[in-house]
Every structure is written in C-alpha cells, then in structure tokens.
C-alpha cells in the first residue's frame, strides 16, 4: 500500500508558477513509477506529467509540454511538479499517482494509487 499527499496546490495569476508536490508513504517509493493528472470541474481527469522510478523517463501531455517539468527525489519520497507560464485552462485539482513497475503510462487506469488532490487556481 502507498499514501500520497499532494501539497503546493494554491491561487496564481496567469504567466505565474507554481510547484505542487507529493509525499508518499508506505512502500519503497523508488519502485514506483510517479504521474500527475488534472481534474477541471466538469471535464474527465486527465493527464499531465509522469515520470519512471529512476527518473531516466518522462512524459508529458501536449497542454503542458515545454512550461512544466516533473521531478523526484527518491531520498525524500516526493515527486514535484513544476509549472511555469500558468494558463486560466490549468485551473484543475492535481492528483498525483503511483504504480509499479517500470512503465511510464498517461492514462489513469494504469495507476493503482491516488492521492487527495490538490487545488490549483489561475486568475486572468
């Protein structure tokens, strides 16, 4: 079993950034390939970034590639994302989610683990 907490989550105005970060707990969190996904009220969750156990892979959905970098640090159980040059569009509660092995897979079906979310607001 993995706990994942979200944290970092807040208000920003548009062209701002921020960092969102989630904590796990429970398994060995290296093993565990690392994704966040959206949720916008109304809209189906979608994904936005994920990343492999040791780092070495990532992905990114076309919404945010080139203004958000996901990372982690193993020695600290926590997977960041960094988002920079926020959109009104990026106003949507961030999950994060964990699951095993060494694939890096968008869809959220893949995951096993989920945190609480955490929200994200832009104002124009």
């Known amino acids: 079993q993995v706990q994942l907490v979200e944290s970092g989550g807040g208000l920003v105005q548009v062209g701002g950034s921020l960092r969102v970060s989630c904590a796990a707990s429970?398994?060995?969190?290296?093993?565990?390939?690392m994704g966040w996904f959206r949720q916008a009220p109304g809209k189906e969750r979608e994904f936005v970034a994920a990343?492999?156990?040791?780092?070495?892979?990532?992905n990114y959905a076309d919404s945010v590639k080139g203004r958000s970098t996901i990372s982690r640090d193993n020695a600290r159980n926590t997977v960041y994302l960094q988002m920079n040059s926020l959109k009104v569009d990026d106003t949507a509660v961030y999950y994060c989610?964990?699951?095993?092995?060494?694939?890096?897979?968008?869809?959220?079906?893949?995951?096993?683990?989920w945190g609480q979310g955490t929200q994200v607001t832009v104002s124009s």
């Open positions: 429970g398994r060995t969190f290296s093993g565990y390939t």
């Open positions: 989610a964990a699951r095993s092995g060494f694939l890096v897979p968008i869809t959220p079906h893949d995951y096993d683990y």
């Open positions: 990343i492999s156990w040791r780092g070495a892979k990532t």
